[in-house]
């Protein structure tokens, strides 16, 4: 009975799973654990800390409750006590929210609201890898974005609905959520003012990489009969145009477009933004893509896969 007891414990200790691989939501509240502890040792002896994440807010008072909800709770959480989620994440969300409200009232402890921000998303992806083993990404592709071949249209019906797409998209992605960024990080008072010359590289590398994404739009409604959107899938493999290059034109164009719209209006976060949305582009929708392609297109699409790579152009040099 008791070696059964410490083998549990052992189990709940190890910071790998079953099978031996390294359980990253364990190790990544070890790390927020540890990370609480050491900000808090700041805040008590680094007035500068102290001002950029709290503010005015009274750092005893919070302290009391933070030390046990938050940093106990992630360590425990690591120890494999996965019930302390629902202890953590309450509290997280808790405290984001008031310190976001807070933040955009006083315009002051911007860094953390910040923090507390990427803390409340990455623990929320810990707690679900934990508890379900993985991130159920395929709930992003259901209904009106599940995967669909695109009905039979002439290459001027594509076109045009792939041009309303690419309008649309921009409109959203490249001006609407960066402008709102741009707001939230001026009352949150954590601006950074670029050099000019990094400001012109952002202005040549918005118009390349929107040359690049209205290159690949119009290859895709034109040689694959379809859209870019998963809705209306390509009927054919599309591998000419800058799809010879790299398989994902338009996710290249897209981020970069991103972090140029960031460079322009000197806002890092709007850089934050379009980096941390190829990240989650990279990791949960492209496998659920590359899966749909590889049912599609079978041994044609594996042999494109083996042959270009996904984010770095692959340059085919013709020997004689």
Known sequence: MRDSFEKRLNK???LTTSSGQLDWSRCYFLIQSLAGAMWWIGVFTIPGIRNATLG???????????IPLF???SLLLALGWRQGAWVVLPWITLVTAAMFIYSLITATAGLGTLIMIASWVCSLLAAIQMFIGRIPSEHLIRGPFAFRTAPQRNVK???????????????????????IILVIERRLNVMLQFPVELRLFGVLALISASSLGIWSAVTMSTRGQGTPLPSSMPRRLVISGPYRFVRNPMAVA?????VAVGLISSSWLVVVYALAGSLLWN??????????????FAEEFRNY???????????????N
Request: overall charge positive; aromatic content about 14%.
């Open 71 to 73: 940093i106990l709770g």
């Open 12 to 14: 709940r200790r190890s």
């Open 305 to 319: 896969k083996n042959n270009v790579s996904c984010w770095v152009p692959t340059i085919h040099i013709r020997r």
């Open 254 to 258: 897209g981020i970069t477009q991103g």
């Open 283 to 296: 990791w949960l929708i492209r496998p659920q893509e590359e899966a749909n392609l590889e049912e599609n």
């Open 56 to 66: 005015t807010l009274p750092a005893q008072l919070i302290a009391w409750f933070d």
């Open 157 to 179: 019906g594509h076109f045009w609905r792939t041009a309303s797409q690419l309008l649309c998209f921009w409109a959203l992605f490249l001006f609407v959520i960066p402008a």
